[in-house]
Nanobody, 124 residues
Framework: QVQLVESGGGSVQTGGSLRLSCAAVGRTISSYGMGWFRQAPGKEREFVASINWNGGIIYYGDSVKGRFTISRDNAKNTVYLQMNSLKPEDTAVYYC?????????????????WGQGTQVTVSS
């Protein structure tokens, strides 16, 4: 069983940047697709970005395209989310997820493991 540990969240002003990390503990995730999701208070969990096992196939949610970048370092067993040009509407708890196979996680049904989440707050 794998444990996913997110870090890097915090509070920034509009236009700022943050880099989230999702470190896998317990076993390798190098052959699994991964994804980032977020959930704001009172809202459903929303797809942010996904990456397949080798980083060759990447998708983004419409609201983050051009501002966020997902990447992975399989040697470090870690997935990243670089977030630039942050807006107040990006405020949410951000979760990483591991998929069942090698394809990226593009919706919650595809996820088998979730991290505990990290809070991102963007002030205007």
């Amino acid at each position: 069983q794998v444990q996913l540990v997110e870090s890097g969240g915090g509070s920034v002003q509009t236009g700022g940047s943050l880099r989230l990390s999702c470190a896998a503990v317990g076993r390798t995730i190098s052959s699994y697709g991964m994804g980032w999701f977020r959930q704001a208070p009172g809202k459903e969990r929303e797809f942010v970005a996904s990456i397949n096992w080798n980083g060759g196939i990447i998708y983004y949610g419409d609201s983050v395209k051009g501002r966020f970048t997902i990447s992975r370092d399989n040697a470090k067993n870690t997935v990243y989310l670089q977030m630039n040009s942050l807006k107040p509407e990006d405020t949410a708890v951000y979760y990483c997820a591991q998929g069942r196979g090698s394809l990226g996680v593009t919706n919650t049904e595809r996820a088998t493991y979730w991290g505990q989440g990290t809070q991102v707050t963007v002030s205007s």
